[in-house]
């Protein structure tokens, strides 16, 4: 085939398909248009990490664990836009802000813009409701191309400044990852928060800050983070890298010699969050669950309120614009 948009459902959830002779990208507008698949056809990959447990339908209970954490309730893995805020809870003019933000609980409305044999394009679009912003995201493929263009704005629709911080939670997983895949990046520092990630299996030592790509182990030494393990590893930690040369990261599987990454202006998103489940996480509500490693970036490591207090944060007035543009793209190597 060429080029096309068609629709359908996933697990009873409303999906739109941007296609062409290489590529299927599967997007769940009503589910905070998360990204659900990112098919690389000629060998059939899926790069995106489903969460096992797998995606529930619409209105279906919460996931066991998920402490009234809407992003956590119907976790399905793959590939989330987290806005107005990352990270934890937080509160921002008096608004409670949730975790992960806003918009990966929110339904989008699309629009689509060039369905044509050369070129699709689909635009994304919600506001949200604590915080006084419309959140665009035109997504585009082109025939014969392995990279998916997310071109994005914000707007703030209020009367008041509002601000905002911004992040991609892209997790990559499923047959294709392998021990000896590699994870590669613009980023030169690596930090850790100062308390341990989960007790258990957390491998990396709390409260670091390194140069990348050595991290400091809790048992003394150090890890290559550039080797990623197999889930023989039975470890689970969270990294932020930071310090970026330029904004991109890749993971790579020699063997298949083919690979997955997301390149963006470093001006904007500065931080990386890598979260990565080697197969050891024990606590709810991934306890046994997650081989994969996110790459995922964000324009601060703190949630919104925090990143105000820090600076941070990204003030708009009434009316104004900010926009920017990211891609995914697969590699062959």
């Given at each position: ?6 629709t359908?459902?996933e697990?009873g ?9 290489l ?15 990112f098919?690389?056809?000629p ?11 797998g995606?529930?339908p ?8 998920s ?11 793959c590939?989330?836009e987290?806005f107005?805020?990352?990270?934890d809870p ?6 409670q802000i ?6 990966v609980?929110l339904?989008w ?8 044999e ?5 635009r994304?679009?919600?506001q ?5 912003f419309?959140?665009?995201r035109v997504?585009?493929?082109?025939r014969?191309s392995?990279?998916?263009?997310l071109?994005e ?22 047959p294709?990852?392998?021990a000896?895949?590699?994870l ?8 850790t928060?100062e308390?341990?990630y ?5 491998c990396?030592a ?12 809790r ?12 889930p023989?590893?039975h470890s ?8 970026l ?6 993971v ?17 998103f ?6 990565q489940?080697y197969?050891?996480?024990?606590a ?9 490693v996110g790459?995922?970036?964000w324009i601060?490591?703190k ?15 009434p009316?104004?614009?900010?926009s920017?543009?990211?891609?995914a ?5």
């Amino acid at each position: 085939m060429t080029c096309g948009v068609t629709t359908g459902t996933e697990a009873g959830h409303p999906a739109v398909y941007l296609e062409n002779e290489l590529l299927k990208i599967t997007v769940l507008p009503l589910k905070g248009a998360d990204i659900y698949n990112f098919i690389y056809k000629p060998d059939g990959i899926d790069f995106l990490w489903k969460n096992p447990i797998g995606l529930w339908p619409p209105g279906s209970p919460p996931h066991d664990g998920s402490g009234g954490m809407a992003f956590l309730e119907n976790y399905e893995g793959c590939w989330q836009e987290l806005f107005p805020s990352c990270n934890d809870p937080t509160t921002y003019q008096g608004a409670q802000i949730p975790f992960h933000g806003e918009v990966v609980s929110l339904p989008w409305t699309y629009a689509i813009e060039d369905n044509s044999e050369d070129r699709v394009s689909v635009r994304f679009s919600t506001q949200t409701q604590a915080t006084t912003f419309q959140l665009e995201r035109v997504m585009t493929l082109e025939r014969g191309s392995t990279r998916l263009t997310l071109d994005e704005t914000v707007t703030n629709i209020g009367a008041n400044p509002q601000h905002f911080v911004w992040g991609h939670h892209c997790v990559v997983g499923g047959p294709w990852l392998e021990a000896g895949c590699t994870l590669d990046m613009g980023a030169q520092t690596i930090t850790t928060i100062e308390q341990i990630y989960e007790e258990k299996t957390a491998c990396l030592a709390p409260g670091q800050r390194e140069p990348w790509p050595n991290a400091r182990r809790r048992d003394g030494g150090t890890v290559d983070l550039r080797v990623i393990p197999g889930p023989e590893a039975h470890s689970h930690d969270d990294v932020y890298l930071t310090d970026l040369t330029n904004g991109w990261i890749s993971v790579t599987n020699p063997r298949l010699k083919l690979g997955f990454g997301l390149h963006w202006d470093a001006a904007v998103f500065k931080w990386i969050i890598s979260w990565q489940p080697y197969g050891g996480a024990e606590a709810l509500p991934f306890k046994g669950l997650p081989y994969a490693v996110g790459i995922e970036p964000w324009i601060s490591n703190k949630p919104l309120g925090a990143a105000v207090d820090a600076g941070e944060a990204i003030l708009l007035n009434p009316g104004e614009k900010f926009s920017t543009t990211l891609a995914a793209q697969v590699t062959l190597v």
